[in-house]
Nanobody
Framework: QVQLVESGGGLVQAGGSLRLSCAASGRTFTSYAMGWFRQAPGKGRDFVAAISWSGGSTYYADSVKGRFTISRDNAKNTVYLQMNSLKPEDTAVYYC?????????????????WGHGTQVTVSS
């Protein structure tokens, strides 16, 4: 079992920045690739970014490429999502997830463990 707890969400104006954190506990953190997803009201859960167990590979949704950066600190069992140039359409609940697969994936069903989410609201 892996427990994931997100933090860092909040209210920010368009053009602003936030950094989300996801603290992991339980089984070996480095066994898992990590991903961030988001879900806006009335919509499905969308892929945002993923990072390999080593941090050497990353993968982004086109909608956030160049604005968001995923990173991880394996010594702290934490994965981050730095979000810059935020837009109102980035408003959503953001979830982190852990995947013990080999390849990075944007498919939510391939992730094994999920956090409870943190709300990000971007005002115009």
């Amino acid at each position: 079992q892996v427990q994931l707890v997100e933090s860092g969400g909040g209210l920010v104006q368009a053009g602003g920045s936030l950094r989300l954190s996801c603290a992991a506990s339980g089984r070996t953190f480095t066994s898992y690739a990590m991903g961030w997803f988001r879900q806006a009201p009335g919509k499905g859960r969308d892929f945002v970014a993923a990072i390999s167990w080593s941090g050497g590979s990353t993968y982004y949704a086109d909608s956030v490429k160049g604005r968001f950066t995923i990173s991880r600190d394996n010594a702290k069992n934490t994965v981050y999502l730095q979000m810059n140039s935020l837009k109102p359409e980035d408003t959503a609940v953001y979830y982190c997830a852990a995947d013990n697969g080999v390849l990075l994936t944007s498919r939510a069903y391939e992730y094994d463990y999920w956090g409870h989410g943190t709300q990000v609201t971007v005002s115009s």
